[in-house]
């Protein structure tokens, strides 16, 4: 199973961007995904995640400025980001929850390779 993730880039402060991460693979079912980012000298931290069924939830910070979505037909999770600040720089990874086979005994855990978001002041 593989996470790619894509659409980061340069922005200027206030400005959008829209992430995206697709997996693919032997998958059966994907359980939870998710959005992490990490800043230099910082760990990395959950700003949103969301369940198969689209419930969402948001770090307080991100909250009303991103927006984490899910197409379960193609796999993919998004993130809508809005109002970027400087202080949201940092390199975006995805994560998702998968059941590669009914006959798997338990989900793993996967990471996307990150991509990096540079918001200028």
């Known amino acids: 199973v593989q996470l790619q993730a894509s659409g980061g880039g340069l922005v200027q402060a206030g400005g959008s961007l829209r992430l995206s991460c697709t997996a693919s693979?032997?998958?059966?079912?994907?359980?939870?995904m998710a959005w992490y980012r990490q800043s230099p000298g910082k760990e990395r931290e959950l700003i949103a995640d969301i369940t198969r069924s689209g419930t969402a939830k948001y770090l307080d910070s991100v909250k009303g400025r991103f927006t984490i979505s899910r197409d379960n037909a193609k796999k993919t999770v998004y993130l809508q980001m809005s109002g970027l600040k400087p202080e949201d720089t940092a390199v975006y990874y995805c994560?998702?929850?998968?059941?590669?086979?009914?006959?798997?005994?338990?989900?793993?855990?996967?990471w996307g390779q990150g991509t990096l978001v540079t918001v200028s002041s």
């Open positions: 994560a998702a929850n998968i059941w590669s086979r009914p006959s798997d005994d338990t989900s793993q855990d996967y």
């Open positions: 693979g032997p998958i059966f079912s994907i359980n939870f």
